[in-house]
């Protein structure tokens, strides 16, 4: 399994609110006022509702009077769980501006920027965070996504290699590194090269290896995929993602958009690798228009 680097986001936001009640040994009079809740309580208290977007919109009027820190990083995660990625970006770039010393900012940043689309940029923040922060390099497969949405293959390949070291049992490491090599040579060379792995019992992932490696077939991912029942959507979705991205190494584009399509939309699913789907969706349909 695909292990976080730093915040990655998965899922949706939420927001808890702390609430503190004073008991008061008095009533209170008719000339006692309560005081005046900040655009930022009313964005808190809204998002603590489930209205993201009326928050969203209370944390831009609040950002609109004072751009802090505080109020910038509400800004940005309810931005996230709206998918309002302009905003988003934007709230990450001032924030990298306010706090130049913490490189969450531009690794969030860059998953804003792969959210959204942008490839290039998403790779750029990731590589100006592992500046910072070098260690963090072989876990961040977050990063060889990015570099192969890019065509960074070369150095995709490479990630995918420093991410073995660390995380040894994950067939999807392996299918990400079958791309990169696939790109920059072939299929064949990309089967002679598969990482082995042992032990991810994720459904439906033992059958999307064998399919990489040449040892199985499509039918057989799917028929693991459907047989699971209590996480079936999200067993599809990881199916037909990489089925999707198979495809594409093969050269089949029509057949890939078929299967990101049914990734990204009919089994779509909100954590990294279903909004992976989504983006790669989209991406590959503008470029077939």
Not at 103 to 132: C, H, I, Y
Not at 171 to 199: M, Q, T, Y
Not at 266 to 275: A, I, K
């Amino acid at each position: 399994m695909f292990i976080p680097v730093i915040n990655s986001v998965k899922g949706a936001w939420h927001v808890r609110l702390l609430v503190t009640v004073s008991l008061a040994t008095a009533p209170l009079s008719w000339a006692d006022e309560k005081p005046e809740t900040s655009l930022i309580d009313q964005a808190r208290a809204a998002a603590e509702k489930g209205d993201v977007t009326g928050a969203m919109l209370l944390s831009g009027k609040a950002l609109a009077e004072k751009k802090d820190a505080k109020t910038l990083k509400l800004h940005a995660q309810l931005c996230e769980a709206s998918k309002h990625y302009e905003g988003q970006l934007e709230a990450y770039a001032e924030l990298i501006k306010l706090e130049p010393e913490v490189p969450t900012w531009l690794n969030q940043s860059g998953v804003a920027k792969f959210m959204a689309g942008d490839f290039r940029g998403s790779v750029e923040d990731f590589d100006a965070f592992l500046e910072k922060v070098p260690s963090a390099m072989p876990r961040h497969w977050q990063r060889g996504l990015s570099q192969y949405g890019a065509g960074l293959f070369e150095e995709g390949r490479a990630q995918f290699e420093a991410h073995q070291k660390v995380n040894p049992n994950d067939v999807e490491n392996a299918a990400w590194h079958f791309l990169c090599v696939a790109s920059l040579e072939d299929v064949e060379a990309a089967r002679k090269a598969i990482i082995p792995i042992r032990g991810d019992g994720r459904v439906p992932m033992p059958e999307v290896h064998d399919l990489f490696s040449g040892k199985g077939g499509e039918e057989a991912v799917l028929k693991a995929a459907n047989a699971a029942a209590p996480q079936k959507r999200n067993h599809l979705c990881y199916a037909h993602l990489y089925l999707a991205l198979y495809k594409e190494a093969l050269g089949n584009t029509a057949e890939a958009l078929k299967h990101y399509k049914l990734a990204a939309v009919d089994y779509s699913m909100s954590h990294y690798m279903g909004e992976t789907a989504r983006v790669f969706y989209e991406s590959r349909r503008k470029s077939e228009r």
